[in-house]
């Protein structure tokens, strides 16, 4: 009997999260007025402060799915994502509408997690949706107090696969470094852009590639060049991560990750790392999401020296326990 393989969804979508005011209302402007030759669909959560640009929309409904000028598509969420996310779709195969990429506006206020953990659970919108990745607003003029103040800024920031600053002319080098530095301990995962969300490239927010189930763990090199537990502003948000060139037991690992996600995954922001197992000859690739997690086996680690590597960004892990009991999973010689 042949057993097709299932296939990988085939909507991209990009969650754009950020404090209120930092910036992503008018990079949504932005993508609807510019001729930027992709075709995307806006969802906006309609409990942010601020709307987009009245003049491009119609709102005597409680509903509305807009098509622009440019190709794109925007729509207002008034209810369940998973149902506005269908109804995109069926309108897409039927031909009333025609779009290629997602861009998902979070509230200001909102954990982007639950909202990431949809595309991977719910039976609805997996087969049809890739979640691409999560990419964070921060404004530089108010940003650094928003973090002090904000625990669902923290958690933004702590999601992102991509940070872009805005307002960075407002604040001086020396500020914006601060800042830049501040972000880094907290994600060191997701590369930094400093942009006006005016003239911003539509392109920083499409093809983010962040969830794929890959072999590479990018973190930022400047991460490494001090001590990396230094935390700025003691921030609840941070990095850190754990390498090993020891194999570890696939069994005692499998346990440990499962009671470590039991105990703490509603702080378990994103995790993600590459797998050296005991008898396994290929590279195994694991990610997270709260209490949601994934593995995939990749290629053979040829001429490369196995190892293992894993990142944890989370709000006050214990950092020195999660390593020992990482520790306790190794394959014993």
């Not at 894993?310 to 999973?329: K, M, Q, S």
């Amino acid at each position: 009997m042949n057993v097709e393989e299932p296939q990988e969804p085939e909507i991209p979508v990009t969650i754009l999260t950020g404090f209120l005011g930092a910036g992503k209302t008018t990079l949504l402007n932005r993508i609807l007025k510019e001729n930027h030759n992709h075709k995307i669909a806006i969802i906006e959560n309609e409990f942010g402060t601020e709307n987009v640009d009245n003049d491009l929309l119609v709102t005597e409904n409680n509903e509305q799915i807009v098509s622009m000028n440019n190709g794109c598509v925007c729509c207002t969420i008034r209810g369940d994502l998973s149902r506005i996310l269908t109804k995109l779709r069926l309108q897409r195969d039927k031909g009333e509408i025609d779009f290629d990429y997602i861009v998902l506006e979070t509230s200001g206020v909102a954990n982007p997690g639950p909202v990431a953990q949809t595309f991977f659970m719910d039976d609805a919108i997996a087969p049809f949706f890739r979640l691409d990745g999560v990419v964070t607003v921060v404004d530089a003029k108010y940003g650094p107090k928003t973090l002090d103040d904000e625990a669902a800024a923290r958690d933004q920031v702590g999601f992102a696969d991509r940070i872009l600053v805005s307002k960075c002319d407002l604040v001086t080098p020396e500020e914006l470094a601060e800042l830049e530095a501040r972000l880094r301990s907290m994600n060191a995962r997701a590369p930094i852009r400093r942009v006006d969300m005016g003239n911003c490239p539509v392109d920083v927010v499409l093809d983010i590639a962040g969830f794929n189930m890959n072999d590479v763990l990018d973190v930022d090199p400047n991460f490494f060049v001090n001590d990396h537990h230094l935390h700025h502003h003691n921030d609840d948000i941070h990095t850190f991560v754990y390498e090993t060139e020891t194999p570890f037991d696939p069994q005692k690992l499998d346990r440990y990750i499962g009671s470590l996600t039991a105990v703490y995954g509603q702080d378990m922001l994103r995790y993600k790392g590459i797998l050296y197992f005991a008898g396994v000859d290929r590279r195994v690739v694991f990610q997270g999401v709260h209490m949601l997690a994934v593995s995939d086996v990749m290629g053979p680690w040829g001429d490369v020296k196995p190892f293992s590597k894993l990142v944890f960004i989370g709000r006050n892990l214990p950092e020195e326990a999660i390593a020992r009991g990482l520790d306790t999973c190794l394959a014993k010689a």
